[in-house]
């Protein structure tokens, strides 16, 4: 694709970061703008600086992004599409290094705590890292043969590192979801099985339980449902849930139309395809 047609895809971390390999899978050839934070991906694609954002919402092992939740609560835009990426992790080193020469592992807090048994086996000191990608950075930068980074094999070939050991974490089941934003409510794909809506329940007796009976009620299957503190009143939350279905048909309209009843405030955070398994 020329260069100039290129969409603006945002990403939080540095070249090789997990968000960055998504955003590369998600979409190809495009233009993969590195942010410092979720929040200033989020300000990239709300100021139309960037067309699209890819932030992570769920880890297998370390549990939601409370951040990335707090953000589409708060701002306007749209998710378009939800991908899981298995996360593997490596023990990377420079070119003259052996895993025998490894004293001390740099990384993100949670690949050091996924990959503490093998840390543990190995008897290496840890140090903590922004994200995995500035981890592997930092040791090529280093070039000393007793520092290695946890990070992806990707990361490995971006900054001329050697693949001490493969696949070093504890669970073989670990996975990212991460969420596609836009300004734009189009879902990336041209499928509307799967939704996300936020949520803010009237304080009276049984409005959260009739919210939730409104869901199955109309037919919808719900996948998930996440609260968190709503930060701008005192001992008020907000409900972050996610479902199966067409919200856009005539069960959809009725289940909203329910919702509202019972609800303080209903925003629909998109209808899109379901979650998409990413190689």
């Given amino acids: ?55 992570p919402i769920e880890n297998s092992f370390a549990g939601d992004v409370a951040q990335v939740m707090d953000l589409l609560y708060f701002g306007n835009l749209y998710i378009i599409g939800i991908y899981e990426m298995p996360i593997k992790h490596c023990l990377l080193g420079i070119p003259s290094s052996n895993i025998e020469d490894i004293k001390e592992v740099l990384s993100h807090p949670q690949a050091l705590d996924q990959c503490a048994e093998f840390i543990q086996k190995n008897n290496l ?73 936020i949520l803010t329940v009237k304080n009276e007796a049984g409005a959260f339980t009739k919210a939730v009976a409104a869901i199955g009620d109309n037919g919808f299957n719900m996948r998930a ?18 479902g199966e279905g067409n919200i856009e048909s005539e069960m959809g309209r009725r289940m909203k139309e329910e919702l509202s009843k019972n609800c303080e405030t209903v925003r629909v955070l998109g209808n899109y395809a379901e979650d998409i398994v990413l190689d």
Avoid at 24 to 34: A, H, V, W
Avoid at 36 to 51: L, R, T
């Fill in 1 to 55: 694709m020329d260069k100039k047609n290129r969409r603006h895809v945002a990403y939080s971390g540095v070249k090789g970061a997990y968000a960055h390999i998504a955003a590369s899978k998600i979409f190809t050839d495009e233009e993969y703008i590195s942010k410092p934070s979720f929040k200033s991906v989020y300000d990239a694609v709300e100021n139309e600086e960037c067309e699209y954002g890819v932030l």
């Fill in 125 to 197: 000191s840890q140090n903590i890292a922004v994200n995995t990608a500035v981890a592997a950075k930092s040791i090529s930068e280093k070039n000393d043969p007793s520092f290695a980074a946890i990070a992806s094999r990707e990361t490995a070939k971006i900054y001329g590192l050697k693949i001490l050991a493969s696949d070093i974490h504890t669970s073989n089941d670990n996975m990212t979801r991460f969420v596609v934003i836009s300004k734009k409510n189009e879902p990336l794909i041209d499928e509307k099985n799967a939704f996300s809506l």
């Fill in 225 to 242: 449902i996440r609260s968190r503190p709503a930060k701008s009143l005192a001992w008020k939350y907000y409900f972050y849930i996610e």
